[in-house]
């Protein structure tokens, strides 16, 4: 059956995850509380009347997801666990975790953690005995393999990060696989003991409260066990995430140290797991240098059938061109391959160029931010937002000598890294750091060109055309769980509806920076476009007049 033209009579009440809007936490640049320069879990307690304090205040977010903040020796911040059940002093303490999670939940926050389960650091005490023979209780929790007969790597497989995905281990005589840093050894998920203990992780932090997990890498964790070369790359072909064209990843397909069919049955153990807690939800992130089609197509595999993933997203909106056509294909091809699931949206992340400095958008940046988020929240699907996009948090431009990424550091200057999306949070612009802390020196510099203080005393920002948006989200159901069906794409316009047996929502959005007139298919007899847009619509005998990167929602 096609989602787009069903429009079932579906209930409020069912997965919360669902009606939810998420927004992503990098704790290390949110607030310090303590003045050392980090971000930590006090920090975020204090500040989480931002998003939202319980009695209509703050933004109105319904989730949390967190960064990694689990122990580590921060070699990629927090992606290298060395313990999966502890609070890394950089952040805090579990008891600073468990009030956390109490202060969220009093405020109807849901606390999503970034588990990463494909690799841990290689500090970690499973990976210690492991490399120290090859006849310990843990030699085959990780992913070994013997020399080449010239003593070189296994095969041709290349890290995320840089150079060989294979470091050589003198103490077993071996190579082990890593897909990103040498310091970010892979799992072995083919041993059952390997998937129990993390089954184990995954039950601690559900006893503590939290609500699901986002899946770091979540198509990484099965590899070919022949360990074949990948092939080539063609030419003329390139990879899909953003700004990855220097990455010597990228002149190959990554067909066997990645995207393996034996990764789905991986994925339907952990299922089984999550299912064991109270309605936790996974969001999976599905990172493909393939072609668009077979990444939405990865993604959407992942969720089908209700025993895998409860939401997966692409990095298809993460790249640098956008206009109504790309938009289109995405949403269109992704309600096709999804047939039962339920879609994830993202428009940034801790991985990639800020929105607002990242789309290729003509003039008018703010107002293409502003209409992009409009769009995220109106799609079928959960929404995730990315810390600072409600103020419009541009990409500092990083210098070599403020380079913290590796990834920045390893391919310096063709890719600077990631830094320029992680800067702190601009809390206030009359206060040291812009508010961040109390004046110590930040882990990145806090230059943020707007900050909080200034985008809540502006009417027309972003800040509270977001704001506005969310309430009307929450007010209308057809915005939260109804279907999706697309009216038509006229020019550089794009017409959607959402849809529930009551209820019938039209959205417009204008991509370009013309005016454009649309005859409207209905009558529209409520305008629900934020008052905070500066980019109005009116409506006269049935036609939409939608200016450069309007936005337009209304109910029929």
Not at 194 to 221: H, I, Q, S
Not at 391 to 407: A, F, G, L
Not at 435 to 440: P, S, T
Request: hydrophobic share 35%.
């Amino acid at each position: 059956m096609n989602p787009k033209n069903n429009y079932p009579n579906v209930l409020l009440n069912e997965d919360w995850w669902k009606s939810a809007v998420f927004y992503q936490i990098y704790p290390r640049s949110f607030y310090d509380s303590n003045n050392d320069g980090i971000g930590d879990l006090q920090g975020v307690t204090k500040k989480l009347d931002h998003l939202n304090d319980g009695n209509g205040g703050g933004l109105g977010i319904d989730a949390i997801w967190f960064s990694p903040f689990f122990t580590s020796p921060q070699a990629d911040f927090g992606y290298d666990v060395s313990d999966y059940c502890n609070i890394d002093e950089d952040y805090g303490t579990l008891e600073d975790f468990d009030n956390l999670v109490a202060e969220a939940h009093k405020r109807n926050i849901k606390v999503v953690l970034d588990l990463v389960l494909n690799h841990t650091s290689d500090q970690h005490e499973w990976f210690k005995e492991s490399r120290s023979d090859s006849t310990n209780p843990k030699a085959d929790w990780y992913v070994w393999a013997d020399p080449k007969p010239d003593g070189s790597q296994p095969n041709n497989w290349l890290a995320v990060f840089g150079g060989a995905a294979w470091t050589y281990e003198p103490q077993r005589e071996q190579y082990y696989l890593h897909n990103f840093l040498a310091e970010q050894p892979d799992l072995n998920w083919y041993n059952p003991e390997v998937r129990e203990a993390l089954a184990d992780v995954v039950r601690f932090w559900m006893k503590r409260g939290v609500d699901g997990f986002r899946l770091d890498t979540a198509n990484y964790y099965a590899h070919d066990q022949e360990l074949r070369d990948n092939p080539k790359r063609p030419p003329n072909s390139r990879p899909l995430e953003d700004g990855q064209e220097a990455n010597p990843l990228s002149s190959y397909i990554t067909k066997y140290s990645k995207d393996r069919p034996e990764n789905i049955e991986f994925i339907h153990y952990l299922r089984t797991i999550f299912d064991e807690g109270n309605s936790i939800v996974s969001v999976g992130e599905i990172g493909s240098s393939e072609g668009l089609d077979e990444t939405l197509k990865l993604g959407a595999d992942y969720v089908k059938h209700g025993d895998g993933l409860h939401m997966a997203y692409t990095f298809a909106m993460l790249n640098k061109e956008m206009n109504a056509e790309y938009f289109d294909h995405v949403v269109r091809f992704t309600e096709d391959m999804i047939e039962d699931g339920w879609p994830c949206w993202s428009l940034s992340n801790h991985d990639c160029t800020r929105m607002m400095s990242r789309y290729n958008c003509f003039y008018e940046r703010e107002g293409f931010q502003q209409m992009m988020l409009l769009l995220l929240l109106s799609l079928r699907g959960t929404p995730i937002i990315y810390y600072g996009e409600e103020i419009d948090m541009e990409e500092y431009p990083i210098s070599k000598e403020e380079v913290k990424d590796p990834q920045g550091i390893r391919f310096w200057p063709e890719i600077k890294g990631r830094d320029g999306c992680r800067l702190p949070f601009p809390w206030d612009s009359k206060a040291s750091n812009q508010g961040f802390n109390k004046g110590a020196k930040p882990w990145l510099p806090a230059k943020n060109t707007v900050t909080l203080d200034k985008a809540v005393a502006d009417p027309n920002s972003t800040f509270h055309v977001l704001k506005e948006m969310l309430t009307i989200r929450k007010n209308y159901p057809a915005l939260q769980i109804g279907n999706f069906r697309e009216i038509l794409i006229e020019g550089k316009c794009f017409v959607f509806e959402r849809k529930t047996v009551n209820q019938t929502i039209l959205i417009a959005a204008n991509f370009s920076v013309e005016e454009h007139h649309l005859k409207l298919p209905v009558k529209v007899d409520q305008d629900l476009t934020p008052k905070a847009l500066k980019r109005s619509c009116t409506i006269n005998n049935q036609q939409l007049v939608l200016p450069g990167s309007g936005y337009f929602v209304g109910k029929l």
